[in-house]
């Protein structure tokens, strides 16, 4: 109970409340849904144990208090002071006014909560909400999934589990936990997402909130403007496409743009559709073939739930529920060792990856910890600045003509398109065949010739950021396969097929 609440509500039934605070308490009554709810349940407590009831006439001075779409509610400024109290907690009249008053707000109240705030039109693995269901002011959880509702007003808002959030009317989203999108048409500029951090109103935009289980909330515009509201800070924030920020403290971050972190409305019909056609069966049973391959050197589905060390996020990966570990700051990574000190003549790498497009020159997507004269074919695979994929194995140099300025092979497709989706990639890497292939979503892209091919080596090595300076990766990964042979063009096709979360 709202401490503030409970005592004006009180001074108001016992006739001692000014004019300020009859302003106050009218202020959070029309602010607050569940201030509403508090100051129905005193009514009606108070008048639950009145002894008698006896008539009341409505006073000619009043404040109105509306909701949006519903009739005037008119609070009292003052009720007639209590003489001295008797055993029970106010006058007769004072009771009968207490239920009058009970009544008509319970009426509001209810009809108010009747109200359909929003609509779910597409579901993807989401058990709680199914395509169709109306939305109106409770709470909800979400445990594994994505959903996309329509507002009242047409803004179409995705969100991604876990999440907790419940709309307090059809312009204010709370989220409590949970990862947001959201595209908002003119109708419904003013749309406002609150999180324990602080708010984001929009003025007509395209916009993501993160608010993670712990820490800062974050607000990341793709187009338009958004203005953000930390929490206890009086000022605004004014946001523009490709800016973001997180909002802790008080105080608001500049942090880098993620688009990728975030499921845009219209990648839900593909996620629905692959789910519904039975991709995730299938790439189950791929990962069972996988597992059973006597070349397997490691496969990290993620989902054993066994602490991984590193510094990382845990979020949701492909699949509803599953599990994939993010990365978002310089210094983020996950530790692995694979391999032992065995040379490898050919390996296979594969993994499904939602990437952002960031500035840093490299995306750290498997490294050994070391880059060492005395230990030739380390391995390095990652994403370059100009978003291609490259393969370094240490003491290796490309045969003449192969490459004009590299020094190190690499595909000649951009890996990351405008916005963020699940893609696949692969390298296949022969030291006997001197070749190094690269696949993009399962089509072959390009083959590199090496002048000197050393068997790889693995060992320990790192996903994500290797020097904390330059190779800092942003984004997701799921699915990270090390085989010890060379895939063929048609296996590596087949895994990607198996594995598209998309149709």
């Known amino acids: 109970m709202n401490p503030e609440l409970e005592s004006l509500t009180h001074r108001y039934l016992d006739g001692s409340i000014s004019a300020e605070e009859m302003a106050r308490l009218n202020h959070l009554l029309s602010e607050s849904a ?44 003052s009720l007639p002071r209590r003489s001295a ?21 319970s009426a509001w109240w209810w009809q108010g909560s009747q109200r359909v705030l929003a609509t779910v039109v597409n579901d993807a693995g989401v058990e709680e909400l199914s395509n169709g269901t109306k939305l109106r002011g409770e709470t909800y959880s979400l445990k594994g999934g994505s959903v996309e509702l329509v507002s009242a007003r047409g803004a179409h808002i995705v969100i991604e589990a876990p999440a907790v959030f419940r709309f307090e009317s059809e312009q204010r ?9 959201a595209e908002v048409p003119p109708a419904a ?6 999180t324990p951090s602080g708010d984001a109103v929009d003025l007509g935009t395209r916009f993501g909130v993160d608010v993670p289980a712990s820490g800062a909330a974050e607000i990341h515009v793709f187009q338009g403007e958004v203005i953000a509201k930390a929490s206890g800070n009086v000022s605004n924030q004014s946001l523009r496409g490709g800016d973001a920020v997180a909002m802790d403290g008080g105080a608001s971050t500049a942090r880098e743009l993620r688009s990728s972190a975030f499921i845009q409305p219209d990648e839900m019909n593909g996620l629905t559709a692959g789910l519904a056609a039975g991709q995730r069966s299938r790439s189950e049973a791929a990962l069972t073939g996988i597992r059973n391959d006597p070349a397997l050197i490691a496969l990290l589905d993620f989902e054993s739930g066994e602490a991984q060390p590193g510094v990382f996020r845990t979020v949701q990966g492909r699949w509803p529920g599953s599990r994939a570990p993010e990365f978002v700051h310089v210094g983020d990574h ?14 296979t790498l594969a993994a499904w990856v939602r990437l952002d497009r960031l500035g840093a020159p490299y995306q750290s997507l498997l490294h050994t910890d070391g880059w ?18 490259r393969l370094a194995l240490r003491g290796n140099t490309l045969a003449p003509g192969s490459e004009e300025q590299e020094m190190f092979p690499d595909s000649k497709t951009s890996v990351l398109p405008e916005q963020g989706r699940w893609m696949h990639l692969a390298t296949v890497y022969d030291a006997g065949a001197k070749t190094v292939r690269f696949y993009l979503n399962g089509r072959f ?6 002048s000197i091919a050393h068997p790889a080596k693995l060992g320990a090595a790192q996903i994500g950021n290797w020097d904390r300076q330059d190779r800092k990766l942003s984004g997701r990964v799921d699915e990270l396969l090390l085989l010890g042979r060379a895939m063929s063009d048609d296996e590596v096709r087949a895994l990607y097929e198996a594995g598209n979360p998309y149709r």
Do not use: Y
């Not at 892209?445 to 090496?450: A, F, I, R, Y």
């Open 445 to 450: 892209d390009k083959e590199t010739l090496q």
């Open 34 to 77: 569940e201030a509403r709810r508090e100051f129905v349940e005193l009514l009606n407590l108070d008048s639950a144990v009145a002894a008698s009831a006896a008539g009341w006439e409505r006073p000619e001075k009043a404040v109105s208090l509306r909701q949006e779409d519903s009739s005037p509610v008119f609070l009292p400024s």
């Open 173 to 181: 989203l709370r989220v409590m936990r949970g990862r947001l999108s």
């Open 372 to 389: 060492n004269d005395d230990r030739p074919g380390q391995l390095h695979w990652m994403v370059t600045r100009h978003t291609t994929m």
């Open 189 to 194: 500029k003013g749309f406002t997402v609150i």
């Open 334 to 347: 996950l530790k692995l060792d694979v391999g032992g000190e065995r040379e490898w003549p050919q390996i």
């Open 85 to 105: 109290p008797k055993a029970s907690f106010m006058h007769s009249w004072t009771w009968a006014a207490a239920a009058c008053l009970a009544l008509m707000l």
